[in-house]
């Protein structure tokens, strides 16, 4: 930081001086006293104390000339895109990259350590902390994640504001779209492929791929938090979107997702971007029920599924996530216990039961009623209704 405001007392001509002096600091960061021991550390190097305040100068009140500016623009580019610094941050070795590029290196970090692209500095012990960060900061925040707390070097980022704003605009512009999650007014979404998510079902996951954590980040930091999962295979004709509850940060990059299932959707056409999958979708919903009101439940199955459910709730306790309030969500609820995932593909998507909640009520109770007796429930329950019309312990 003294470096950057100016400080000629920190320029050091001797790398092996400056690798001491970055060495001593990163102990001194890590100490309780921090600032007592960044002056030993000084001490113990022959450098004086710092001089310079801590706040940098206002960029007005710098003056530097257009050609000088023009002649060392190729200084201002990241070292990694190769495209005018945006968001700069600086790194322990030094070196400078855009945020989202550090970002997206810190991602990679699954199978080797993350490194500096110019000098093969170690990114790891850097990654962890910001993790650890984010974990600390979790009970406030429930997106909460390490590239959020990666720190952007402010006076570069306002001297190119003010000194290249037509570039620097551009270049926000270009971040902007190709950092946002979703496009075309929610038409176009990130997809997870992995297995079949229903309406109203948690779907807790463990996201270690680099491409995975990419998405979930982008998908946090743009404000949409949700994502589509589709199953793999000659079955990626149909999806769900799943809405992002709470994001647990692992120190190492690794995420604990916890989702549950919302709307339900076609897929129009698939593409990719950075790794991961991206599909132009249009959702659907159920239709009207022919000769009967939203709210009916002229069979009971309704009212037998919600019985099913608290009976299960019960049993399983938190295993089976929260109940969903929603009455048409039951049967998916249910199904995630009683049948396998054919037949939750088959649920969801069916040609008879992907627009009609009635069908899908009556497959899942005839399902249910196949393997759980109405006496275990009523049992369980501590009554004796069965939830149909006429109070009669009736299965189909």
């Not at 004086?48 to 200084?75: H, K, N, Y």
């Not at 001297?159 to 075309?184: D, K, N, P, Q, T």
């Amino acid at each position: 930081a003294k470096r950057e405001q100016g400080s000629p007392q920190y320029t050091t001509d001797s790398a092996a001086t400056q690798r001491e002096l970055v060495a001593a600091l990163e102990r001194a960061v890590a100490a309780e006293d921090a600032e007592t021991a960044i002056s030993a550390a000084l001490d113990s190097l022959g450098l004086p104390e710092p001089s310079v305040c801590d706040t940098a100068l206002p960029v007005e009140m710098v003056t530097v000339p257009d050609d000088v500016i023009q002649g060392c623009r190729d200084d201002l580019d990241c070292c990694l895109c190769f495209q005018l610094l945006y968001r700069p941050t600086t790194l322990a070795c030094g070196h400078m990259l855009c945020t989202p590029c550090l970002t997206r290196t810190l991602d990679h970090a699954f199978d080797r350590e993350p490194v500096c692209p110019m000098c093969r500095h170690k990114l790891g012990p850097y990654l962890t902390e910001l993790n650890r960060e984010a974990r600390r900061r979790a009970p406030t925040n429930r997106y909460s994640h390490g590239g959020q707390l990666v720190a952007e070097t402010l006076t570069l980022t306002a001297f190119i504001a003010s000194r290249l704003s037509e570039e620097h605009h551009g270049r926000a512009a270009e971040v902007a779209e190709s950092e946002a999650s979703e496009h075309h007014d929610g038409r176009e979404i990130p997809l997870f492929i992995c297995s079949v998510a229903m309406p109203g079902v948690e779907c807790p996951l463990h996201v270690f791929e680099p491409r995975y954590r990419l998405m979930m980040r982008r998908c946090l930091e743009s404000g949409h938090a949700r994502f589509g999962m589709a199953l793999g295979g000659d079955n990626m004709e149909y999806g769900t979107i799943l809405d992002i509850n709470h994001f647990e940060q692992l120190p190492d990059g690794r995420s604990l997702v916890k989702t549950v299932g919302s709307s339900r959707f076609r897929i129009v056409s698939l593409s990719e971007r950075d790794g991961y999958s991206v599909a132009s979708v249009e959702m659907f919903e159920d239709t009207k029920e022919e000769g009967s009101d939203d709210n009916a439940d002229p069979d009971g199955d309704d009212a037998y599924l919600e019985r099913v459910a608290r009976y299960l709730s019960s049993v399983a306790g938190d295993r089976l996530g929260e109940q969903p309030r929603n009455p048409r969500h039951l049967p998916f609820f249910v199904a995630a216990v009683c049948m396998d995932q054919q037949e939750h593909y088959a649920l969801c998507y069916g040609e008879d039961t992907r627009t009609s909640h009635r069908e899908r009520a009556r497959r899942v109770r005839h399902r249910i009623a196949q393997l759980l007796p109405e006496e275990t429930i009523a049992a369980h329950l501590g009554d004796g209704d069965t939830g149909g019309n006429s109070g009669e312990c009736k299965l189909l």
